[in-house]
């Protein structure tokens, strides 16, 4: 090459990576917006999971949208009062023009905030109103956890199976774990009787039940979200009944510990818990969770947010969009766990199977063919209860599986299936 294109060439190729860091320098500053700020409000903080894996899903994504931590302010430990308004009126003064709350208890207080400035989204995380509202800057956001749910009861049976087959777990052997029928025995810890639990119990019982069928759940509520305590004394009540496995819709590590404690003990009872791996807290008895990839949302309506754009009134995504997972598998899972949870979570992702497909579970002996649900938020302190905002009946059953969170984004499944029994009084 002579000497003049060589030159030519330099020249071309410096000029190619002075465009390409413009470039590349407009692209990372308009997502990084320096004027941008978010408020986020939280019911806990990094020691209780939920909120944990909130705090931790936040900073996933500003990091992946170069915010700067000053462009973030937080509020932790608020509670379900007037104090989220507070809160929420604080980080309007602050100059957010995103604020965010995580806990349900805070949705009518997020709401009245939204409706006195118009001027900045709020989102109320697992809520259940912003699209009949009448709120145009009011969001809700939830991901479909109970495909996650129904995963790590997919784990729970094949350990079950597993200790069936080879003798560890019989009805000689631990007869109080199983019913009169021949079904063995499992447990769920739940914090309130709400459709978001519900749904969640109802996935993981049919998890389990597509490895092992002949399978019975009860169902201890805490009346909490979390208490440790609670969720500790209710696994021990549900293993003292015969449970094998204990799963959890409760915030605290309380029910992977009472668990493992058992475990220790010579009892034959796993965990399966929720929102971050127990297996630091439960080792040998913890299985896995199911968990929320919150960075998905908050990556979506962060950018959203900072680019003008409108934030979907209900958000809901699950494996398709990588918005749920389970966390690392515990050295007790039966062999060959991981492979058969590939095959399930693809099934999951490209729709081939629904987690409440109708077939698969019946209501009072009778398999389900309609399933109408009234998406109007009620006031259920008055007598009758009344709407306070009025939505759509719609019918849920649609080509032969119940749609949760296709609808709105906040469960709505509420049948009480086959199979699982609801302890009438929560544990004190």
């Known amino acids: 090459m002579r ?47 939920y909120s944990a894996a909130h705090i931790d ?13 000053s462009q ?6 608020v509670p379900e009062d007037s104090t989220c ?30 409706m006195e400035y118009p001027d900045t989204t709020f989102v109320a995380m697992t809520g259940d109103f912003a699209a009949i509202s009448g709120c145009s800057n009011f969001k809700n956001a939830f991901t479909k956890i109970y495909e996650s749910r129904y995963v790590s009861g997919v784990v729970a049976g094949l350990k079950l199976k597993e200790i069936m087959e080879d003798g560890t777990l019989t009805a000689e052997t631990q007869p109080d774990s199983f019913d009169a029928d021949g079904n063995v025995k499992i447990g769920y810890v739940g914090a309130f009787n709400y459709a978001e639990v519900v749904s969640g119990y109802t996935a993981f019982f049919l998890g389990v039940q597509s490895v092992v069928p002949n399978v ?6 805490t009346n909490s979200w979390f208490d440790i305590d609670k969720e500790g004394a209710a696994a021990e009540a549900l293993v003292a009944n015969g449970a094998v496995i204990i799963g959890q819709h409760a915030d605290s590590t309380g029910a992977p510990a009472a668990t493992q404690k058992l475990y220790d003990a010579g009892t034959i009872c796993y965990s399966i818990g929720y929102n971050i791996d127990m297996l630091e807290t439960a080792p040998t008895a913890a299985l896995t969770s199911a968990t929320n990839e919150w960075d998905v949302y908050y990556k979506y309506a962060i950018e959203t947010a900072m680019n003008g754009g409108d934030i979907e009134a209900d958000w809901a995504e699950g494996y398709e969009e990588g918005a749920v997972a389970i966390t690392a ?6 062999e060959g766990t991981a492979d058969y949870v590939a095959d399930v979570e693809a099934k999951l992702k490209d729709g081939s199977l629904k987690v409440f497909d109708t077939t698969t579970f019946t209501v009072g002996g009778e398999q389900v063919t309609s399933a109408e649900c009234d998406m109007s938020f009620m006031d259920y302190t008055s007598d009758p209860p009344t709407a306070i905002y009025e939505g759509e009946t719609v019918e ?33």
């Not at 060589?6 to 465009?19: D, E, G, N, P, Q």
Request: hydrophobic share 45%; glycine share 8%; net charge negative.
């Open 85 to 114: 308004y507070d809160s929420a009126v604080d980080l309007v003064g602050q100059g957010c023009s995103l604020v965010i709350s995580n806990s349900y208890g805070h949705q009518t207080y997020m709401v009245q905030a939204a």
């Open 396 to 428: 849920a059953i649609k080509d032969g599986y119940f749609a949760e969170s296709e609808f709105r984004s906040a469960p709505y499944f509420a049948l009480r299936i086959d199979g699982i029994t609801e302890d009438a009084e929560a544990v004190e």
């Open 72 to 77: 973030i302010i937080w509020k932790y430990k």
């Open 216 to 221: 019975v759940m009860e169902v201890k509520y």
């Open 3 to 49: 000497k003049g294109m060589k030159k030519f060439v330099s020249l071309l190729l410096a000029a190619m990576m002075v465009v390409s860091m413009v470039a590349f320098s407009t692209v990372v500053y308009a997502d990084a917006n320096p004027d941008f700020k978010m408020g986020v409000i939280l019911v806990g903080d990094e020691t209780e999971g």
């Open 57 to 69: 899903g936040i900073k996933k994504a500003a990091e992946e949208l170069g915010l700067d931590a």
């Open 329 to 334: 598998l515990g050295e007790s899972c039966a």
